[in-house]
């Protein structure tokens, strides 16, 4: 069973950066699809990115395309979403996620099987 941790998550100002990190335990998360996905209060949780199993495949959502870089790093058992130029919308809660069920790069979040338990991201304007 794998199981997700998140960090790296804080209060930062409009336009400032900040790198998340996805640390995966219990067994390889090599194989998988690996996603980022947010929740805002009051809102659904929506894509940001996901990796396919090599960091050649790559998609991520408009709102972050050109902002947000996701990778893995499959050695450490790893995922990371650096994120740039931050914006207040995209304050939420960040999560991890890993598709272990289907093949390609799922953008859908019923579609992810285990999932961490996110980590805050605000920012102020």
């Known amino acids: 069973q794998v199981q997700l941790v998140e960090s790296g998550g804080g209060l930062v100002q409009a336009g400032d950066s900040l790198r998340l990190s996805c640390a995966a335990s219990?067994?390889?998360?090599?194989?998988?699809?690996m996603g980022w996905f947010r929740q805002a209060p009051g809102k659904e949780r929506e894509f940001v990115a996901v990796?396919?199993?090599?960091?050649?495949?790559?998609d991520y959502a408009d709102s972050v395309k050109g902002r947000f870089t996701i990778s893995r790093n499959n050695a450490l058992n790893t995922v990371t979403l650096q994120m740039f130029n931050l914006k207040p919308e995209d304050t939420a809660v960040y999560y991890c996620?890993?598709?272990?069920?289907?093949?390609?790069?799922?953008?859908?979040?019923?579609?992810?099987?285990?999932w961490g338990q996110g980590t805050q991201v605000t920012v102020s304007s």
């Open positions: 996620a890993a598709d272990i069920e289907h093949l390609g790069l799922s953008t859908t979040v019923h579609e992810y099987d285990v």
């Open positions: 219990g067994r390889t998360i090599s194989p998988y699809a």
């Open positions: 990796v396919g199993w090599s960091n050649a495949d790559r």
